[in-house]
């Protein structure tokens, strides 16, 4: 059974090896989208890029748990993606190497893409840094962040909410974390999003060798900072993985595998929080009220997170592979079968929440949304994602109340990962606030 044609966002740490990969599968996917009618396939093509919503429900009217035709399935169901990202007999190491993006791209893919032990193994070292204790420690360092950059935004009176706030923010937080000087920062997030661009696909010769690059110049990067932290360890992330560091039996970190784990890290960290930003603003500017109910009271931002990670999530979908025979949603899942699980569509699921489609800052909580995944790879960096985005708009509510849309919106050209490019605000009165189309 082949591999499905999306994968989930964070291996876009390694996209600069296998991006030759991605282009054949780009057009693969324009052939079962176009001429075969995949519905999966169509979300990944113009339409789906640009509104994949109507995509996932021709799907759930097709059944929780769709067939694709590439010999997969698809499920659009709150409750059986819960059931397939929390179930032991699915995994995320494909049974076959060839099938494998390890395999085609000669890469170490870090925890992510590894099923226990040695997910479990990698996964220990990092999450401490995650804890609630730490999160604490780091609030105040996020506040002065969001300050700075809301004083240098307003002072200019016109600024864009991605390039001034929203991805500046999440790539200084976790450089600060990992011991990256703010000098070197700049060049990290130029080169995530170089990975991050190649997502659905690459477009042109030009675009792959920029991939490349940014692949091979984000783990020199790496290389330099673990060199300087075996012999000089301060209080951070990668002089706590260095500490980890051995090799043979017994040892928790192997030389091969930290760098892979940095780059996991840096990518997963700001690739994804920029767009939960631009996309909660952009929910809330389209509807006057819900904006206007946060300035009015601006303790509200926490449910502006949540009620956009269900609503719009970043993280569109991620996929699981059947390591036995598994009965699913009355179907019998063959071992080696992928389940794409279409994460933004669980948040819209009718048996769950009610009106699905209506962004509510006042919905009453229910479900949990699965915008993080769930089980044991469940984001590590949930709540740091979650404490950058709730002070980002809880200060903007603050300092800019009559904040709005002036200009247009640009979203990027990706549907696993989605969110605005580029969001024009001014900070000052005038129209009305943002009620229009998003352009993609
Ligand atoms: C809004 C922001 C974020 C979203 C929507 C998000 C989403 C996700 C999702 C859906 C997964 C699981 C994928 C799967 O099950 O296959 C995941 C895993 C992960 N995320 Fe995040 N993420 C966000 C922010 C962050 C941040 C800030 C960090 C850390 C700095 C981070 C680090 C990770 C790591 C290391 C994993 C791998 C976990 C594992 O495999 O055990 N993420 N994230």
């Given amino acids: 059974m082949s591999r499905p044609l999306t994968r989930p966002l964070h291996q876009a740490a390694q996209l600069g090896r296998y991006a030759w990969s991605l282009q054949h599968e780009q057009a693969a996917q324009w052939w079962a989208g176009r001429v075969r009618g ?90 401490p840094a995650f804890s609630p204790r730490m999160m604490a420690s780091y609030e105040a360092m996020v506040q002065a962040r969001v300050g700075a950059l809301l004083d240098a ?37 130029r080169y995530g999003a170089a990975l991050a661009s190649a997502l659905d696909g690459v477009a042109s010769l030009r675009h792959l060798r920029e991939v490349m690059g ?27 993985l260095v500490c980890e560091l051995g090799e043979g039996e017994g040892a928790a970190l192997s030389a091969g595998e930290i760098l ?27 509807d006057p009220d819900q904006w206007r109910a946060l300035v009015a009271d601006p303790s509200l931002a926490s449910a502006a997170v949540e009620e956009t990670l269900r609503w719009d999530p970043p993280v569109h979908e991620t996929a699981r592979v059947a390591h036995e025979d598994v009965e699913l949603a009355g179907t ?58 709730t002070v980002a708009l809880r200060e903007l509510a603050v300092r800019m109340p009559d904040l709005r849309v002036d200009g247009r919106v640009v979203r990027r050209p990706t549907t696993t990962i989605r969110g605005p490019l580029r969001v024009p605000v001014a900070v000052g009165g005038g129209a009305a606030p943002y009620g229009g189309v998003v352009r993609a």
């Fill in 38 to 127: 995949d519905l999966l396939a169509r979300a990944h093509l113009r339409e789906g890029r640009r509104d994949p919503y109507p995509v996932y429900e021709a799907l759930r009217a097709r059944g929780d748990l769709v067939p694709t035709r590439l010999g997969n399935l698809v499920t659009t169901s709150h409750a059986v993606t819960g059931e397939v990202l929390r179930s032991r007999r699915f995994g995320v190491v494909p049974l076959d190497p060839v099938d494998a993006p390890a395999a085609a791209s000669g890469a170490d893919l870090s925890f992510l893409q590894l099923d226990p032990p040695d997910h479990t193994r990698l996964r220990r070292l990092a999450a």
């Fill in 153 to 189: 935004a307003a002072a200019r009176g016109r600024f864009d909410l991605v390039a001034d706030l929203a991805a500046p923010l999440p790539v200084g937080v976790i450089s600060t974390m990992m011991g990256v000087d703010d000098a070197d920062a700049a060049a990290l997030q």
């Fill in 214 to 240: 940014a692949a091979t110049a984000l783990e020199a990067q790496f290389a330099g900072l673990v060199e300087r932290r075996r012999t000089d360890p301060q209080d951070d992330l990668v002089s706590v």
């Fill in 260 to 286: 892979p784990m940095c780059t996991l890290l840096l990518v997963a960290g700001f690739e994804t929080t920029v767009n939960l930003i631009g996309s909660a603003v952009l929910a809330l500017q389209r």
């Fill in 332 to 389: 019998t899942v063959r071992r080696g079968q992928w389940v794409v699980t279409l994460l933004a569509a669980t948040g819209r699921d009718p048996r769950v929440y009610a009106d699905p489609a209506r962004f509510d800052l006042h919905r009453t909580p229910g479900a949990q949304h699965l915008a993080f995944s769930s089980g044991i790879h469940y984001c590590v960096g949930a709540s740091l994602a979650r404490l950058e985005a």
